[in-house]
């Protein structure tokens, strides 16, 4: 929008948002640090990249953190592509501790993909240096990321929907015992403000309240179990329970299209060609809130939250493209301090310091609560809901 592009960019680039959860339905030395924190830029609240380091001697590149993906690319020299020519490239031949990997690899994102060589080197990130960390080189990659301001992409979920079987980078940081527990926590703030990654540890200084603790429902991306979306008390989407995906790389809460194109409605936004949902930006302050229920507890978005305002448009954070599973991306995350837990395969959330005036997190009836105590998960009470399923399993 900024660039005065964005109607012909969204024709030429369709979202497919789906399209990298595909595996879905195919089914050195420890750093002197506890935690690893390494800061991020907020691109225009639609991502979030840091800068790490690839190569001896270090060869710098902005990425974006992303928990929906487990590749860690980068362009190379070898790299024609126009979406490579303005971005920073690795060269091989200027690493005393690069080798290939003689495999390669293809990676599909929402807007694009890509497709390069495989490699080994030593990668820097937030102060934690990781050996022999396999990534892939970029040889083509897709238009639309030309406009991008991040380099690359470092996937942080599972190894098991990483392409070619490339071991992720936090994964490597268990395993070489870089990091003092298995869990990375995300703090992203609005435009003006610092956003952060920490490897390996919680920093209680990014949230308020308790962290509220929801088990994974499937350990390949960080996927969960919600209960229902509901608007003015009343369900809207999501009835009778469907998955979510907390996903850092996606730019929009997604959702089947019945059930976005039926919030939208009662928002009281109109779509555009583009398939954007517009708003009145007078009227934010009269819309109502959405509330996403997660393991008994009640997590609330006012209108603030979930709309971004460029100009004189305002658009809602609620985007159609999938035909079963939502995705809550950083119209989420932004409000939620979030902990990505491999230690008890949890997402771990709690009011982030900076969310806006209206979110909130409380106890659905019949919730249970829990409560971190050395950073382990400790039940203090039953949870119906979940009694009842695992007395019918």
């Given at each position: 929008?900024?660039?005065?592009?964005?109607?012909?960019?969204?024709?030429?680039?369709?979202?497919?948002?789906?399209?990298?959860?595909?595996?879905?339905?195919?089914?050195?030395?420890?750093?002197?640090?506890?935690?690893?924190?390494?800061?991020?830029?907020?691109?225009?609240?639609?991502?979030?990249?840091?800068?790490?380091?690839?190569?001896?001697?270090?060869?710098?590149?902005?990425?974006?953190?992303?928990?929906?993906?487990?590749?860690?690319?980068?362009?190379?020299?070898?790299?024609?592509?126009?979406?490579?020519?303005?971005?920073?490239?690795?060269?091989?031949?200027?690493?005393?501790?690069?080798?290939?990997?003689?495999?390669?690899?293809?990676?599909?994102?929402?807007?694009?993909?890509?497709?390069?060589?495989?490699?080994?080197?030593?990668?820097?990130?937030?102060?934690?240096?990781?050996?022999?960390?396999?990534?892939?080189?970029?040889?083509?990659?897709?238009?639309?990321?030309?406009?991008?301001?991040?380099?690359?992409?470092?996937?942080?979920?599972?190894?098991?929907?990483?392409?070619?079987?490339?071991?992720?980078?936090?994964?490597?940081?268990?395993?070489?015992?870089?990091?003092?527990?298995?869990?990375?926590?995300?703090?992203?703030?609005?435009?003006?403000?610092?956003?952060?990654?920490?490897?390996?540890?919680?920093?209680?200084?990014?949230?308020?309240?308790?962290?509220?603790?929801?088990?994974?429902?499937?350990?390949?991306?960080?996927?969960?179990?919600?209960?229902?979306?509901?608007?003015?008390?009343?369900?809207?989407?999501?009835?009778?329970?469907?998955?979510?995906?907390?996903?850092?790389?996606?730019?929009?809460?997604?959702?089947?299209?019945?059930?976005?194109?039926?919030?939208?409605?009662?928002?009281?936004?109109?779509?555009?060609?583009?398939?954007?949902?517009?708003v009145n930006c007078n009227n934010i302050p009269n819309l109502p809130s959405v509330t996403f229920t997660l393991n008994g507890h009640a997590f609330t978005l006012p209108a603030s939250a979930y709309t971004t305002q460029?100009?004189?448009?305002?658009?809602?954070?609620?985007?159609?493209?999938?035909?079963?599973?939502?995705?809550?991306?950083?119209?989420?995350?932004?409000?939620?301090?979030?902990?990505?837990?491999?230690?008890?395969?949890?997402?771990?959330?709690?009011?982030?310091v900076n969310a806006v005036k209206g979110v909130s997190l409380t106890a659905a009836p019949g919730g249970c609560t829990h409560t971190t105590i050395n950073f382990l998960l400790t039940a203090v009470c039953v949870s119906?809901?979940?009694?009842?399923?695992?007395?019918?399993?």
């Open positions: 929008m900024e660039k005065g592009i964005w109607e012909e960019t969204r024709q030429e680039f369709p979202s497919n948002p789906m399209a990298k959860f595909n595996f879905l339905s195919n089914s050195k030395t420890k750093s002197s640090q506890s935690i690893g924190n390494e800061a991020m830029t907020n691109d225009a609240d639609l991502a979030y990249y840091g800068v790490i380091s690839i190569g001896t001697p270090p060869q710098s590149f902005k990425v974006i953190f992303d928990t929906g993906s487990s590749n860690l690319r980068v362009p190379s020299v070898e790299c024609s592509s126009q979406a490579c020519q303005n971005h920073a490239r690795f060269n091989p031949a200027k690493s005393s501790t690069f080798k290939w990997a003689n495999e390669s690899v293809s990676v599909q994102y929402g807007t694009g993909s890509m497709t390069g060589q495989l490699g080994y080197d030593t990668v820097s990130v937030g102060n934690i240096a990781v050996i022999k960390q396999i990534f892939g080189a970029s040889q083509t990659e897709a238009t639309f990321m030309t406009n991008m301001d991040a380099d690359g992409i470092l996937g942080l979920a599972f190894p098991d929907i990483s392409s070619s079987g490339a071991t992720p980078v936090f994964d490597n940081m268990i395993t070489q015992g870089l990091v003092n527990q298995s869990l990375f926590s995300i703090y992203l703030s609005g435009s003006s403000g610092n956003s952060v990654v920490s490897f390996g540890g919680i920093e209680s200084n990014y949230y308020t309240g308790q962290i509220t603790w929801v088990p994974l429902s499937s350990e390949s991306y960080w996927q969960v179990s919600m209960a229902s979306v509901t608007m003015n008390s009343k369900v809207a989407a999501c009835t009778g329970g469907c998955q979510a995906i907390v996903d850092t790389g996606t730019s929009l809460i997604v959702g089947p299209d019945s059930d976005i194109n039926n919030i939208n409605t009662l928002i009281g936004a109109t779509t555009d060609q583009q398939g954007d949902a517009i460029t100009s004189n448009i305002c658009i809602t954070g609620f985007g159609t493209g999938s035909p079963d599973l939502w995705i809550l991306w950083d119209v989420f995350i932004r409000q939620f301090y979030t902990v990505f837990n491999r230690q008890n395969n949890t997402v771990g959330l709690a009011q982030a119906l809901a979940v009694f009842t399923q695992a007395d019918h399993s």
